[in-house]
């Protein structure tokens, strides 16, 4: 089994989340047959295994009380739908199928932004309207682990101010003013 290489993006808004990877691993340099002996040093590379995945994410610990409560470290659950494949030789046919999964993980906050992530999925084989899929395409865990960089819209600080803000603003036009108008502009 190869090791594969990879990145994903996600979204989420409050606990639920999507995510888009893929991964890609077994790249080798290979010379076509047709090239062989012509004295043409003709080479490409080819991938020889690949995975790509949409997953639904539920993390409790994307709430900050959550979080909080759990000393940082964010489990998450998921499922999801992608597709696997690989190429058992060089110059070989490509040989992939659909596949969904689920399983789970676990984030652990390093510095600031940076994340350690490990994860566990669990990856089944689509047999479509009959057609097997190919051979070694089985039930099987997949493990990964990797380094996570997490970007925010919001700070969760301004977002408490600016609630307070709001608070402040309709207070403020209640008592005809003063010096509570100084609310932010939601974002």
């Known amino acids: 089994a190869p ?51 949409a997953d639904v994410i539920l993390a409790p610990a994307q709430i900050h009380a959550v979080r909080t409560a759990l000393g940082g470290l964010g489990p998450y659950a998921f499922v999801g739908i992608g597709t696997q494949g690989v190429r058992r030789v060089p110059l070989a046919p490509r040989e992939s199928g659909p596949a969904w999964s689920y399983g789970g993980g676990l984030a652990q906050p390093l510095l600031g932004a940076l994340f350690l992530e490990t994860e566990a999925r669990y990856r089944m084989p689509i047999v479509n309207d009959g057609v097997q899929p190919p051979a070694g395409f089985g039930r099987a865990w997949e493990y990964r682990v990797g380094l996570a960089l997490r970007f925010s819209g919001r700070d969760e600080r301004s977002d408490r101010d600016g609630a307070r803000g709001e608070h402040s603003l309709r207070r403020g036009r209640r008592r005809g003013g003063g010096g509570r108008d100084r609310a932010r502009e939601p974002r």
């Open 3 to 53: 090791y594969l290489y990879g990145a994903s993006l996600a979204t989420y808004t409050g606990a639920v989340g999507v995510r888009l990877g893929g991964a890609l691993g077994d790249v080798r340099q290979v010379h076509p047959a047709a090239y062989v002996g012509s004295g043409t040093p003709d080479t490409r590379l080819e991938l020889g295994a690949w995975a790509a995945d």
